[in-house]
């Protein structure tokens, strides 16, 4: 069964030196088989057209590439592109580009579905299927690099891991495909762009602080307070307010950086003085910044944005506290593509060739 073989991008350079050698190939095969994998991204072992049919042979016979097929994009009257792609075995996860005047970001999934239930998020409604892989991850912003390069013309300013789940319950793939992205040896991209968003694991922040992870760190915070968080938010009963607060304290001082909380501010949820007090309270023990966001319609038939009027003066209030925020606006939202959207409503149809290994 071709399936039982390993993922050519799951081994490590190491694992591709050892394998390579092992043919009686030189050292230098070696670093092009891993340029082919992480720099060239081929579609298949066949398509590493300077190597010769020999060495690709035994190479399938070892291994193969499983790379993520883009099976459908929708486009935003915004210029938002929403991308639906396949995964070998037949699953559909979504990544999106949000071109602004100043960024060119891609939005990635870390996992197929997520386990989390947020109340006010469609991905959440979704049941988790499994980890994306570090190859998974990387081939989104891979097709959303080409993307902006062919409808924009520019490269990829940032990177959020902000589609669907939470890549700190996938946490090795989080960390190797981020590693991918900024290597120089794989995307080359500062880690400064790169933000991974948790909807708050105390104990893999802290670890993301001891593994001295370069990348920036969101917090999915939307209320500074363990009642309405807990009601929104089922992480909360076993990583509470407090907990978070620590392992963040932790993070901030081994990593010196600062983190970034997001909160929706939901009408007469969390959008009053008094959410607002709490917030500015919470941000008193650790040095974050702030970005209000605005609260895109799912089907939750449960929750409402807050009135423009109100968002501004909820943030005048942190700004008078000296709690640096922004209101970010929302984008994409008329093809589902903002954040808290992705739900896979469309499953596009297989494609002619296209197959599912499983
Ligand atoms: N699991 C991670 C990353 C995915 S969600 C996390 O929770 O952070 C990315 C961001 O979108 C999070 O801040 C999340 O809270 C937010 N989000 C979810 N649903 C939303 C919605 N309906 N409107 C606006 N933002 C939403």
Redesign the pocket.
């Known amino acids: 069964m071709p399936t039982e073989l390993p993922d050519l991008r799951e081994l490590s350079k190491e694992e591709v030196d050892k394998l390579v050698a092992s043919f009686g190939e030189k050292p230098y095969r070696a670093t092009q088989v891993w340029e082919w994998l992480w720099k060239k991204h081929a579609p298949s072992i066949a398509a590493m057209s300077n190597l010769s049919k020999d060495l690709r042979q035994k190479l399938a016979e070892h291994a193969l590439l499983r790379p993520l097929v883009l099976a459908e994009q929708q486009k935003s009257s915004d210029g938002t592109i929403k991308c639906a792609f396949r995964t070998w075995d037949g699953h559909i996860v979504e990544g999106v580009l949000i071109p602004t005047p100043t960024r060119m970001t891609a939005c990635i999934s ?1 996992q197929i579905g ?1 386990s ?1 239930t ?1 109340s ?5 409604k979704l049941k988790r299927v499994r980890n994306l892989d570090a190859g998974e991850i990387v081939d989104q912003v891979v097709a959303l690099a080409k993307l902006a390069q062919d409808n924009h013309q520019q490269p990829l300013s940032n990177i959020v ?7 700190l319950l996938n946490y090795a793939n989080t960390l190797r495909s981020a590693e991918r992205i900024s290597a120089e040896d794989g995307l080359g991209m500062s880690p400064r762009r790169i933000t991974v ?4 694991i105390a104990k893999m922040i802290r670890k993301l602080a001891d593994d001295d992870a370069r990348f920036n760190l ?3 915070l ?1 209320a500074a307070n363990d009642e309405k968080r807990g009601s929104i938010m089922p992480i909360n009963e076993q990583n509470t307010l407090a907990e978070l607060l620590d392992a963040l304290r932790y993070y901030a001082r081994k990593t010196r950086k600062t983190v970034t909380f ?1 909160y ?1 501010l939901f009408r007469d949820f969390n959008d009053s003085l008094e959410d607002a007090q709490e917030l500015v309270r919470y941000c008193s023990f650790v040095h974050a910044k702030v970005n209000l ?6 089907d ?1 038939g449960q ?1 409402q944005g807050t009135s423009s009027a109100k968002a501004e003066l909820f943030q005048r209030y942190l700004e008078n506290k000296g709690v640096l925020s922004r209101i970010r606006r ?1 984008r994409g939202r008329d093809i589902d593509a ?4 992705l739900a896979n409503k469309n499953q596009p149809a297989l494609k002619e060739g296209e197959r599912i290994l499983k």
């Open positions: 870390s997520c989390l947020c006010f998020c469609a991905t959440g891991y902000m589609g669907m789940g939470e890549p968003s948790t909807a708050g969101a917090l999915s939307h997001e929706i966001i605005e609260y895109n319609t799912t939750d929750f929302s903002a954040c808290g959207q």
